[in-house]
């Protein structure tokens, strides 16, 4: 009697890498995923989808000049407590223009 012969455990920790390097790599170095798709019917453009996809971390988006969620008040409460200061910078300067207008 024969013993089958196993398959190799994907998951196992010799030989190639694991999930987590694997991981590790992509958010080091990055992936970039680009394409686009155009929907044309007789030479007129009916639809055009751009995807872009960017798979960093946030330190590497950072390097790359990425950081957008940085001024967006749904995702960075600093850029929150800015754009409420900014907001409220805005209506003192309006309610001293209106004060300064209104007949005493």
Same mark, same amino acid.
């Given at each position: 009697m024969t013993t089958p012969n196993r398959l190799p455990d994907p998951y196992a920790s010799s030989g190639g890498a694991n999930l987590a390097d694997i991981l590790e790599r992509v958010?080091?170095? #990055?992936?970039? $995923?680009? #394409?686009? $798709?155009?929907?044309?019917?007789?030479?007129i453009e009916l639809l055009t989808i751009k995807l872009?996809? $960017?798979v960093v971390s946030i330190d590497k988006a950072k390097e790359? #000049? $990425?950081?957008?969620w940085e001024s967006d008040p749904a995702l960075s409460s600093g850029a929150r407590r800015r754009e409420l200061a900014d907001e409220n910078e805005r209506l003192h300067r309006r309610i001293a223009e209106l004060e300064a207008e209104s007949p005493q």
């Open positions: 958010l080091d170095k #990055g992936i970039v $995923i680009a #394409g686009d $798709i155009k929907i044309n019917l007789l030479d872009r996809l $960017i790359m #000049g $990425i950081d957008w």
